[in-house]
């Protein structure tokens, strides 16, 4: 295969998987912006995870919600946090209580019941979002998978689960990132037609 036609081969299996979450997925999106609505106007946050480049799409998205998702778009900072942020917290966490536990020993911290955690993984098999997608449901925190690959153990932890349905990484990272924009986008839009007394 040529590298012009390798090119439109990742384009195009990109675009179909996305046209193909936009129909299976609607209306997890939809109750996954409730849940964010519900939290936020309740006092409530938005906390991501995920490792590599999900630790990378845990930051943009809390940063989104933070500072600014569109440009068009004034409206207040909204409470969001990604638990990849802090280099001193998960060296301190994998140093003293091991890399499993690098998101779920600060998520016993800093969340709260009515909370939003969005446990990001392209396979469903990191432990160390497993373990913080446990540890919140055991706090009363809701939880909503980005996941990937067949999505266990991770999905039997999530209250909601957006699934893309393919295994290569390259692939999932960019449908995660296409859903949570839609999801935050949504939820944008929500929060600025009534906003938060």
């Not at 849940?35 to 936020?40: A, H, K, Q, R, Y």
């Not at 590599?52 to 998702?69: N, V, Y």
């Not at 536990?101 to 800093?110: C, H, S, T, Y």
């Not at 690959?149 to 991770?154: I, K, V």
């Amino acid at each position: 295969m040529s590298e012009g036609a390798r090119f439109a081969a990742m384009m195009n299996k990109s675009a179909d998987l996305k046209r193909r979450i936009a129909v299976e997925l609607a209306d997890t999106v939809l109750a996954v912006v409730g849940v964010c609505e519900t939290s936020l106007r309740g006092g409530g946050k938005l906390m991501f995870c995920g490792n590599g480049g999900s630790a990378g799409d845990a930051m943009h998205l809390a940063t989104e919600m933070l500072i600014r998702l569109r440009g068009s778009v004034e409206r207040p900072s909204f409470p969001a946090l990604a638990l990849t942020q802090d280099p001193t917290m998960l060296t301190g966490a994998g140093n003293d209580y091991g890399y499993e536990r690098v998101f779920e020993r600060p998520l016993r911290g800093l969340g709260r019941r009515g909370d939003v955690l969005f446990g990001i993984t392209t396979s469903g098999r990191s432990p160390n979002v497993v373990l913080a997608l446990k540890a919140a449901r055991e706090m009363g925190i809701s939880t909503v998978g980005l996941l990937g690959g067949a999505g266990t153990p991770a999905l039997e932890h999530c209250d909601h689960i957006l699934m893309v349905p393919d295994s290569e990484t390259a692939r999932v990272q960019e449908c995660h990132i296409a859903l949570g924009h839609a999801v935050l986008e949504l939820l944008e839009d929500r929060l600025v037609a009534r906003p938060i007394a």
